[in-house]
């Protein structure tokens, strides 16, 4: 089968003939569709996160079922499935013990620890795959599998708010503003400043405002979450929201936070992050997505062209999602 394969960090992807996959116990093969490109595969790229290579990324996968593993039975050969970032957990750490299994000692994760969608095949665990709204076609489900679902997570564990600060505006951020619309609470939209492209697009969406991270919004926040991977946005997230606020991280990893003076942080504001996600994280938002009708700006790649699409992750240069097309 085809696949882009990442053999050395830094170093652009190879398309490469590779052997198809065989799937273990429990497993499917997936004929793969669709494949989302996310931040976090970039992070793979570059070495912030440290592969075992050769590696195959990608972790927001559209696809059909090719063939079941011995003892797998909860799908069937034609279903058409989704395989998100976590790929697997223990299910015996006090993590998952505790209902936190995306904090689960032993996890493994789709394109990191195991070969992932930028490939004509890729397996997966049948108990870590998802159902996925038949209102998407496979270019647009792709991103819900990660942009959207970590955006949800982040967004249930800001509550209560009436009042948030979005920083950074692509995949993940462009699906949350909506499903917080229709909530009925406002959004509050930072970008990289003097882009105003990119404001434009999130006013189009329904924020309520849109300006650069380096300016205070017109209202105080309630919360903020961080999805642009810059450690000084915590500082300025801070700046930006009420006694008893919060500002949260989505993302995998981020720059250094500079120090900042403790009155920031002081009258019960709180820094925290969102790590990975779980299955019914997955579940539930694929309800909400389904009820939602969200809108999901694409920017199509063929998979032949995986390395052009991780830069215009890198540089900002697409609006919404980035998502490789196997033919």
């Not at 750490?93 to 505790?98: F, P």
């Not at 820094?271 to 009820?291: H, I, K, P, Y």
Request: proline share 6%; aromatic share 8%; with cysteine.
């Amino acid at each position: 089968m085809k696949a882009m394969v990442l053999e050395q960090i830094k170093c652009p992807l190879k398309l490469k003939e590779v052997s198809k996959p065989i799937p273990g116990p429990f497993e499917l093969l997936v004929k793969v569709k669709t494949c989302g490109v996310c931040r976090t595969d970039l992070h793979i790229y570059d070495g912030e996160l440290e592969p075992h290579l050769p590696l195959i990324l990608g972790h927001q996968i559209v696809g059909i079922v090719e063939e079941i593993g011995r003892n797998a039975s909860k799908f069937a050969v034609g279903d058409r499935i989704g395989i998100p970032w976590l790929g697997g957990s223990c299910h015996t750490c006090e993590y998952c013990l505790s209902n936190r299994e995306n904090l689960c000692l032993h996890a493994v994760f789709t394109g990191y620890s195991r070969n992932g969608g930028y490939a004509e095949f890729c397996t997966a665990h049948e108990d870590y795959v998802l159902k996925l709204p038949e209102v998407y076609d496979d270019l647009h489900a792709a991103p819900l599998l990660c942009a959207g679902i970590i955006g949800f997570r982040a967004f249930r564990l800001i509550q209560p708010t009436r009042k948030i600060g979005l920083y950074g505006f692509g995949s993940s951020a462009h699906l949350l503003i909506q499903a917080i619309k229709q909530k009925g609470q406002e959004t509050y939209v930072f970008t990289r400043p003097g882009d105003k492209a990119t404001q434009a697009f999130a006013l189009s969406l329904g924020a309520n405002w849109a300006g650069g991270s380096d300016t205070l919004p017109p209202t105080p926040l309630d919360g903020a979450i961080i999805f642009a991977p810059v450690g000084q946005l915590y500082i300025e997230g801070l700046k930006a929201v009420k006694k008893g606020g919060k500002v949260i991280s989505a993302g995998i990893h981020m720059s250094d936070i500079p120090s900042f003076p403790y009155a920031l942080l002081w009258e019960e504001r709180s820094l925290s992050s969102v790590a990975n996600l779980t299955r019914q994280d997955g579940v539930e938002f694929m309800e909400l997505a389904a009820q939602a009708d969200i809108q999901v700006s694409v920017n199509r790649f063929p998979l032949e062209e995986a390395n052009e699409a991780l830069q215009a992750i890198k540089h900002g240069k697409k609006e919404g999602s980035v998502v490789l097309t196997i033919s």
